[in-house]
């Protein structure tokens, strides 16, 4: 998967943005305003995603490209490495999973509006 990849299916979904809060390199997607994906622009070898915390801890025992999240709480967020043995759908799955767990903590109000977009 390159970045723009998964630039082009994370903008795909409703409610989406895209910006660059921390620094120059360090993409953000946010759904309704709340992170669901990271990634380098510049080095662009892995992506952090949100997920269970029962899930993530399964993705890492299962997948040796998928470890804690870096620079984020390790318990809700995995960074998986976009180079290696890990398919293109697998990850965009994922990014999936990340999006649709962020949308369900969403408050009424928000995903009211978002069904509305």
């Not at 910006?19 to 080095?43: Q, R, S």
């Not at 709480?73 to 759908?89: E, P, R, Y």
Request: charged letters at 30%; a negative charge; hydrophobic letters at 40%.
């Amino acid at each position: 998967m390159n970045i723009e990849d998964l630039r082009n299916h994370c903008i795909a979904k409703p409610g989406v943005t895209e910006e660059f809060p921390f620094d120059a390199d360090t993409l953000v997607f946010k759904v309704m305003g709340k992170m669901f994906a990271l990634a380098n622009v510049e080095d662009f070898v892995s992506v952090n995603l949100k997920c269970d915390p029962e899930k993530a801890i399964r993705l890492r025992e299962e997948f040796e490209d998928v470890l804690p999240g870096y620079h984020m709480n390790k318990k809700h967020w995995n960074t998986v490495m976009t180079v290696g043995i890990l398919s293109d759908q697998q990850i965009r799955e994922w990014v999936d999973d990340s999006y649709d767990l962020v949308v369900s903590g969403l408050p009424a109000k928000l995903k009211a509006e978002l069904k509305n977009l």
